[in-house]
């Protein structure tokens, strides 16, 4: 398997990351490769076609209904006929939304389910009283901030409370319809900064910021992730992709971004801290930050790698590999909730805009990536989905360089310990000859000493007479010179 064949499966043309219209604004898959003007207008069209549609219909019945009254005076069961067509129509209106995500729980795992639910839409007071503190010094910043925009200023921030005051009668609107009123809202006080009161482009920039953190942290509770969607439910699915695809490696996805060298494996760790840090941000264009951040020490990576700067076809693909290694939480509520309430003239332009079409594109590829995406056999492919078997052991005998060097570690460890098992086994084995050997060694000598006992056996002679006195019966001691006498010498 030579996985450093040439790039086929993702590559994307920079022009597919625009818009559809061709405006040159950015696109995204949530608009439908639309950009965001586009988009609403695309909206509006198809919205106001279906209040035609859902007029006539209204008007269709009511005229059945109407005939049908009449003509029940003498027949009174066709009345209740059409008006039970007519009830039936409006409760599966009601419900379609609901149903959904109802519809994502097994019965067994329904209560369960609602209960975990229940607590994360219930936050313990600690946390509660933490965002009522950000709450706090977010209006407190923003009343500072205004200030100095003086007349200008004190409209803006009536424009605000007027806003907020709005919407907070209208939470059971659609969740479409709710972004729209904030982009309507973002689109209104540009104009009115612009026009009414002639405040300079970088400056209605700098308001409209503000405009955005103030506004977004009072809302987020409401409208991120909000019950009445099915952005839950496909956070999930999401999340589930992501963990079935855990082993796929930077080859097969073509990723310049050797992890070998300490500074890159560094700016790896980065990206994909920056990237889960997301899920913390309240401010749409804080999270926009988070995606800014991520991508920039993706390019840093590879420009170490590859030591010259990064392409655009190498970030995407990398970047799919920093979202697949660090399967950041509430992916699509996050992605949503920037599309449906960032200011729109941050993803149309700008390097926020290209980082969060690019992180649009990766998710979209991770819901689709393939055997011939990644350069697979098919087979290869199923096996390594159902978990039969994984890349990693195929090449054990060569580490693949996206191994991190813990698991590296591990490796060289484990390699060393079953060295020393074998040699301990070895030690063990040359120690039970060795006892055996000396076990045989004595027997052998043990034998030879018997064999010589046998052969040569001990006999005990007689006490002989000559040991029993050596002086007493010595014939020849007459023979013997005379003892010395002890002499004493004068003088
Ligand atoms: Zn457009």
């Not at 696109?27 to 069209?45: I, L, V």
């Not at 004190?154 to 982009?183: G, N």
């Not at 290694?325 to 700008?350: A, E, H, V, W």
């Not at 697979?376 to 060569?398: I, Y």
Request: glycine fraction near 4%.
């Amino acid at each position: 398997m030579n996985l450093k064949s040439e790039r086929r499966g993702i590559h994307v043309d920079q022009s597919e990351l625009l818009c559809k219209k061709g405006c040159g604004y950015y696109g995204n898959p949530a608009w439908q490769g639309f950009c965001s003007k586009c988009w609403r207008e695309e909206y509006h069209k198809a919205r106001q076609k279906q209040i035609q549609e859902d007029w006539e219909l209204a008007e269709r019945l009511q005229r059945e209904e109407e005939e049908a009254y009449a003509s029940s005076q003498s027949t009174q069961g066709a009345q209740s006929l059409t008006f039970s067509k007519f009830e039936e129509k409006k409760t599966n209106e009601k419900t379609r939304k609901v149903t959904t995500v109802k519809k994502f729980f097994t019965a067994s795992s329904r209560a369960g389910a609602k209960k975990e639910i229940q607590e994360a839409k219930a936050p313990s007071p600690s946390i509660h009283r933490q965002a009522s503190i950000e709450t706090d010094r977010v209006s407190k910043e923003f009343i500072e901030f205004i200030r100095t925009y003086q007349k200008p200023g004190q409209d803006i921030y009536k424009q605000c409370k007027l806003f907020l005051d709005t919407v907070s009668h209208k939470r059971d609107l659609s969740i479409e319809e709710q972004s729209e009123c904030a982009q309507d809202f973002y689109q209104n006080v540009a104009d009115r900064l612009q026009t009414r009161w002639k405040v300079p482009p970088e400056k209605v920039e700098k308001a409209m910021d503000e405009v955005e953190k103030y506004i977004m942290t009072r809302q987020y509770k409401y409208v991120f992730c909000p019950e009445t969607t099915d952005d839950e439910k496909k956070d999930l699915a999401v999340q589930k992709r992501i963990r079935a695809l855990h082993w796929v490696t930077p080859q097969m996805l073509c990723v310049p971004v050797s992890e070998e060298i300490p500074e890159v494996s560094d700016m790896v760790v980065k990206a994909i801290t920056d990237i889960i840090e997301m899920d913390s941000k309240r401010v749409p264009r804080d999270k926009l930050a988070c995606i800014t951040k991520c991508s920039k020490h993706i390019f840093n990576a590879i420009k170490i790698t590859k030591n010259e700067p990064a392409s655009a076809d190498d970030f995407l693909p990398t970047l799919i590999y920093i979202v697949l290694k660090g399967n950041p939480p509430r992916l699509q509520s996050n992605i949503q909730y920037i599309t449906r309430f960032c200011n729109p003239s941050r993803l149309m332009t700008g390097e926020d805009g290209y980082y969060f079409t690019n992180l649009c594109c990766a998710v979209a590829f991770i819901e689709k990536l393939d055997a011939q995406s990644l350069n697979l056999s098919q087979e290869d492919f199923d096996r390594f989905m159902t978990g039969q078997t994984s890349p990693k052991k195929q090449e054990s005998d060569s580490f693949s360089p996206d191994v991190c060097l813990g698991v590296k570690q591990m490796c060289k460890s484990l390699d060393l310990l079953s060295q020393l098992n074998e040699r301990q086994e070895r030690i063990v084995s040359e120690a039970k000859k060795l006892e055996k050997d000396l076990i045989d060694w004595t027997d052998g000598i043990t034998k030879e000493v018997e064999d010589i006992v046998e052969k040569y056996p001990l006999e005990i002679k007689p006490k002989s007479q000559a040991l029993a006195a050596i002086d007493s019966e010595n014939v020849e001691n007459d023979k013997l010179p005379p003892p010395l006498q002890p002499q004493v010498y004068a003088g």
